[in-house]
């Protein structure tokens, strides 16, 4: 299994940056993925192919990266996105990574 | 609109199998070329994608569940199954049928069910 490591929290102040890193255990290429859960709900998609917006998804949101090293950036901040932030690659069957809880300083 | 939908039983008994179903609207689960998956989220957040059934009905299992897991379908229904048997405790979590593509990512998901496996 690729295994994906995500930090476990975030805290950031309304109005910032806030940027996650994952890092795969072996080259992914581009098929990493980020998706948003808050409490209840299903995983929404943000990002695809590494840095690919999601429909409708607001421009706050971004992706980079290949390989085994990706970052997910939302800038600025707003009090709708805390939730918890998953990567999850494709390239060999499909795993996630633990999740990134982002939470408000 | 793609929407799915999942039903279940919400508790389950040890040993007993587990059955999920997956109701899909707004697409054919047999246009070429989706996959329809089963993932499932344990109490812990931890995401753990488990296998699916494919446009033209192929199937594919999370090797670490190959021995207990069956994905099935209906087409007349447009709905498909997960079945997972002899469950434990830590088979406690919410069961999530979702959509994807080739390399592509779970582009829309159920609201999911929680199931409990508990006497």
């Given at each position: 299994d690729i295994v994906l490591t995500q930090s476990p929290a975030l805290a950031v102040s309304l109005g910032q940056r806030a940027t996650i890193s994952c890092r795969a255990s072996e080259s992914v290429r581009s098929s990493m993925h980020w998706y948003q859960q808050k409490s209840g709900q299903q995983p929404k998609l943000l990002i695809y192919g590494a840095s690919n917006l999601a429909s409708g998804v607001p421009a706050r949101f971004s992706g980079s990266?290949?390989?085994?090293?990706?970052?997910?950036?939302?800038?600025?901040?707003?009090?709708d996105d805390i939730a918890t932030y998953y990567c999850q690659q494709s390239r060999n069957d499909y795993t996630f990574g633990a999740g990134t809880k982002l939470e408000l300083k | 609109q793609v929407n799915l939908q999942e039903s279940g039983p919400g508790i389950v008994k040890p040993s007993q199998?587990?059955?999920?179903?997956?109701?899909?609207?707004?697409?054919?689960?047999?246009?070429?070329y989706y996959y329809w998956n089963w993932i499932r989220k344990f109490p812990g957040n931890k995401l753990e994608w488990m296998g699916y059934i494919s446009?033209?009905?192929?199937?594919?299992?999370?090797?670490?569940?190959?021995?207990r897991i069956s994905i099935t379908r209906d087409t007349s229904k447009n709905q498909?199954?997960?079945?997972?048997?002899?469950?434990?405790t830590e088979d406690t979590a919410v069961y999530y049928?979702?959509?994807?593509?080739?390399?592509?990512p779970f582009d829309y998901w159920g609201q999911g069910v929680m199931v409990t496996v508990s006497s």
């Open positions: 990266g290949s390989g085994t090293d990706f970052t997910f950036t939302i800038d600025p901040v707003e009090a | 199998p587990l059955s999920v179903t997956c109701s899909v609207t707004g697409y054919s689960i047999t246009t070429s446009y033209d009905g192929s199937i594919y299992y999370n090797p670490s569940l190959k021995s498909f199954f997960l079945q997972l048997n002899t469950v434990t049928c979702a959509r994807h593509r080739g390399y592509n």
